[in-house]
């Protein structure tokens, strides 16, 4: 492995285990011990599941990435040497852009920031809607970064296991934001119909 190799490998662990569990993980957490996350999994009658039942559905999630990148390491296509550093050095540049747009959202979102899934969106009775920052591109700043992110890791590792997570992601969270558009209509009305029409969905400038 030569340098270049190492230090983008340094710089993926690391900043992935930060969105991870330092910007996700750990504030969704937060949050649904105070009853003010949403649950990964459906209501029971009227009944929510028990905390320990939701920390053990990310545990196993987490669990089933191992046999996928295990048996999943397998070139998508052969890359030639001399464009491999290229490739590598696209991806990484493209990754890191992608997460300082994860996080400039995130930091924008602040407060009002809370895991959903493609079933279920919570809104805080102080819900505001944000505009600013990177909300003033794209309605869904966090998606959109997420996946460049990870289309660059596609790039920087062009293996069957990261295209699988990047395409896992890119229709989960378009299932997301569909619904979180629909809550965020119910909520603020004209509003969000005005924020709408001068906004892209998820690529500023064109979609």
């Not at 009775?125 to 869904?140: E, F, K, T, W």
Request: net charge positive.
């Amino acid at each position: 492995m030569n340098i270049f190799t190492w230090i983008a490998a340094g710089i993926v662990i690391v900043t992935l285990i930060y969105v991870s569990f330092v910007l996700t993980v750990a504030d969704w957490f937060a949050d649904l011990r105070k009853g003010q996350a949403v649950s990964l999994l459906p209501e029971r009658a009227g009944r929510t599941w028990p905390l320990w039942t939701q920390v053990l559905m990310i545990v196993l999630g987490m669990a089933l990435c191992v046999p996928l990148f295990y048996f999943g390491w397998i070139p998508l296509f052969p890359v030639p040497p001399s464009l491999a550093l290229t490739f590598g050095v696209i991806g990484l540049l493209l990754y890191l852009a992608g997460f300082t747009f994860v996080i400039w959202a995130r930091r924008t979102l602040g407060k009002y920031w809370g895991l959903s899934t493609s079933l279920q969106v919570k809104l805080q009775d102080d819900h505001q809607l944000i505009q600013n920052g990177p909300y003033a591109l794209v309605r869904h700043p966090m998606y959109s970064g997420w996946w460049a992110a990870m289309l660059g890791l596609t790039l920087l590792y062009p293996v069957w296991a990261v295209f699988l997570l990047f395409l896992s992601t890119l229709i989960s969270f378009l299932g997301r934001a569909r619904r979180e558009e629909s809550a965020l209509a119910e909520r603020f009305g004209n509003s969000w119909v005005e924020y709408r029409q001068r906004t892209k969905f998820l690529i500023p400038y064109i979609y």
